[in-house]
């Protein structure tokens, strides 16, 4: 399957942004889908989730500030990300797996999408 994200660009503090990711390839899977992000000179790190069957999981940096959603039989996936920091600002990733699990590490996905940058400026 292949991933493919977009909807990042620059904005300021306090503003909103919604990333989209799309699929394509062999979607005939439910799959968990989920967003990192790594920052300059940092690992990626997880940001939220959603399991295959709707679970959604947060990182406690994001938490009541992003909302994860997406259609599951589709495939697709959002964040829509409100009241952004300077330290959001970093390039996102979606990713996925066939897992049916909850999954918070990157090693726990086959597919990743390009990535899309977000910038959050003071």
């Known amino acids: 399957v292949q991933l493919q994200a977009f909807g990042g660009g620059l904005v300021q503090t306090g503003g909103s942004l919604r990333l989209s990711c799309a699929t394509s390839g062999r979607t005939e899977y439910n799959y968990a889908m989920g967003w990192f992000r790594q920052a300059p000179g940092r690992e990626r790190e997880f940001v939220a989730t959603r399991s295959s069957r709707g679970v959604t999981t947060y990182a406690n940096s994001v938490k009541g500030r992003f909302t994860i959603s997406g259609d599951i039989p589709k495939n697709t996936l959002y964040l829509q990300m409100n009241d952004l920091k300077s330290e959001d600002t970093a390039v996102y990733y979606c990713?996925?797996?066939?897992?049916?699990?909850?999954?918070?590490?990157?090693?726990?996905?086959?597919?990743w999408g390009q990535g899309t940058l977000v910038t959050v400026s003071s």
């Open positions: 990713a996925a797996t066939r897992g049916s699990g909850v999954y918070l590490r990157t090693g726990s996905y086959d597919y």
